[in-house]
């Protein structure tokens, strides 16, 4: 079935990069995102990336895609206090628009 | 970017009572939107796909006479909790896909029944 994975903690230094991982089991799956979701609001679209795309790059965000691995990542380039929320991995599998959320990391950056 | 919004954004109910939440897409019209639950400190499950012009498709577990869904228009979806009871509490968050594979969610709906 359906499973997306993600480690739930992260702690960075404000100022250092911070790379948040998430793994997925559906290999038809056809986009994958990342949101961000801070205290008591809903979630946010960061990015996105389809999965014949080995990379995006967008301002400070970067995704790199492993698709043999099944392997999504997100890097925060010079991460700061407002970067502090949860971040969720999503798959969108085949031919439907629903999304497979994993767990959620929730990103701590301290000064 | 598309923007979605829910109302009310917090809502307090008696046991045994029903809620209705709305679910617009603003700038764009959804043929499907999908209804979301989330519990504190947890990920989002997914609930419901809402349908505009035909019945909702559930997911497992989600009992569909207790949480109503009316896809009444292109840009509005709604949610129905019925018969409210505590265990109910929770946050729910709908979201509509664009048609660039982008989806947007709406910026959800606290539900705290006594």
């Known amino acids: 079935g359906e499973d997306v994975e993600q480690s739930l903690f992260l702690s960075v230094r404000e100022g250092d990069s911070s790379v948040i991982n998430c793994t997925y089991t559906?290999?038809?799956?056809?986009?994958l995102y990342w949101y961000k979701q801070e205290p008591g609001a809903g979630l946010q679209l960061l990015t996105y990336?389809?999965?014949?795309?080995d990379m995006k790059q967008d301002q400070r965000l970067t995704v790199l895609l492993n698709k043999k691995d099944k392997h999504l990542s997100l890097r925060i380039a010079d991460t700061q206090t407002g970067d502090s929320a949860i971040y969720f991995c999503?798959?969108?599998?085949?031919?439907?628009?629903?999304?497979?959320f994993g767990a959620g990391t929730r990103l701590a950056v301290h000064p | 970017g598309a923007v979605v919004s829910q109302h009310p954004s917090w809502v307090i109910c008696k046991s045994g009572t029903s809620v209705k939440i709305e679910c617009r897409s603003l700038?764009?019209?959804?043929?499907?939107m999908f209804w979301y639950r989330q519990f504190p400190k947890q990920s989002l499950m997914l609930m419901a796909t809402s349908n505009e012009g035909s019945k909702a498709t559930y997911e497992q577990g989600v009992e569909k006479d207790k949480f109503l869904i009316n896809h009444a228009s292109l840009t509005l979806s709604t949610l129905t909790v019925t018969s409210a009871h505590p265990e109910d509490s929770s946050f729910y968050i709908c979201s509509a896909p664009s048609e660039s594979y982008e989806q947007y969610f709406g910026p959800g709906t606290r539900l705290t029944v006594t």
């Open positions: 559906d290999s038809s799956s056809t986009y």
């Open positions: 999503a798959e969108r599998s085949g031919g439907y628009n629903k999304l497979i």
């Open positions: 990336i389809f999965s014949n795309m």
């Open positions: 700038d764009f019209q959804a043929t499907t």
